[in-house]
């Protein structure tokens, strides 16, 4: 974790609960900022294990048992607006960001254990001012201030721009119905971890484990020369087919008409995937698209400025039947004819 990074998480565990527990503050996306993409190719300083029975998920979900397995993977997660979104729908189900920059990753794993304690201080019914807000002074009852108007107080303080105020404020609005309400599951099924998976992917996941895997505004690589680096290759689409389970989902979202028609066109010619007309799913109301499509950074971000997105959904198909070596018709011997 870079320096910045450490600082800020460092200030969000300063205070602590009546019990010893440190107090997790919910941070805020502008201490956490970082270019919006990462060079996959680079040798970054990551750890990985060298096969998926070497992975511990134990640490990721605590409330759930050792052997449970993650069920969908959000490739470069980003901010984590989609792992939120689909906690409270499948709150039985594993879920895992994998994001390579470090700063982002530590503000997704920073959020999550915040709203974690948020969510069972909400159930034993206490107070979560102090992790929404800033510091409280012991005894004052007299701030009633939301927590949007006290960020951009602070932010003030800060020296924050206009537009990073405004962020802070769209960002505690997100945060109020985590934060005021008791959410199934409270956000135990959900984790992030840093990781490349352009490079790593079956180094944490069996074979058929993955019941989703989503690619949500992916970095759209613009230059020719750069194609390569796209996160759907037919290269890499063999091993979201080798981890994802048959009949399994693969999303795609994006606002660049190009980069989602190159991902289409190397979707649609892969023999493990078949593609699910959007409408069909849109038209069942489907709850992952929906999210896919709305609860990201970048989708908020699309829909405030009025943009367009397209999506792609494919199924896994079933692998072909391998026929026994013993069925197989024996092979014709063909008679050679010299000529003399």
Not at 73 to 96: K, S, V, Y
Not at 201 to 206: A, D, I, K, T
Not at 305 to 327: I, S
Request: with cysteine; aromatic share 8%.
């Amino acid at each position: 974790m870079d320096e910045s990074a450490t600082t800020t998480a460092t200030k969000l565990t300063q205070r602590t609960l009546p019990d010893g527990t440190p107090l997790l503050r919910l941070p805020q996306k502008r201490f956490y900022r970082q270019r919006a993409h990462a060079n996959v190719f680079n040798d970054h300083q990551l750890n990985y294990p060298s096969s998926p029975a070497e992975m511990s998920w134990q640490p990721f979900y605590p409330s759930f048992p050792a052997t449970a397995r993650v069920k969908f993977a959000d490739i470069g997660c980003g901010f984590g607006g989609l792992l939120t979104a689909l906690a409270p729908l499948f709150p039985e189900t594993l879920m895992l960001g994998m994001e390579i920059r470090i700063s982002v990753t530590a503000y997704v794993d920073a959020r999550i254990r915040a709203l974690r304690q948020i969510q069972g201080l909400l159930r034993e019914g206490k107070d979560v001012e102090g992790n929404v807000k800033g510091e409280v002074v012991e005894g004052d009852t007299a701030s009633t201030t939301t927590a949007a108007v006290v960020a951009a107080e602070e932010v003030n303080e800060d020296g924050a721009t206009a537009d990073e105020i405004r962020e802070d404020k769209r960002e505690a609005a997100e945060n109020e119905h985590a934060t005021k309400h008791l959410i199934p599951g409270g956000y135990q099924n959900v984790g992030v971890i840093r990781a490349n998976a352009m490079k790593h992917l079956p180094n944490f996941f069996e074979k058929g484990q993955l019941e989703k895997i989503f690619f949500l505004f992916p970095d759209p690589h613009f230059k020719r020369s750069k194609h390569k680096a796209r996160i759907i290759t037919t290269t890499l689409l063999a091993e979201y087919a080798y981890v994802l389970q048959p009949g399994g989902i693969l999303y795609t979202v994006t606002d660049v008409k190009d980069l989602h028609d190159w991902m289409m066109h190397h979707l649609n010619l892969h023999p493990s995937f078949e593609y699910i007309p959007t409408e069909q799913l849109l038209e069942a109301n489907d709850p992952v698209l929906h999210s896919a499509m709305t609860s990201t950074e970048e989708g908020i971000k699309v829909e405030r400025n009025k943009g367009q997105k397209w999506a792609g959904c494919f199924r896994r198909k079933e692998d072909p039947v391998e026929v026994p070596v013993e069925d197989k018709a024996p092979a014709v011997k063909r008679r050679v004819v010299r000529k003399v």
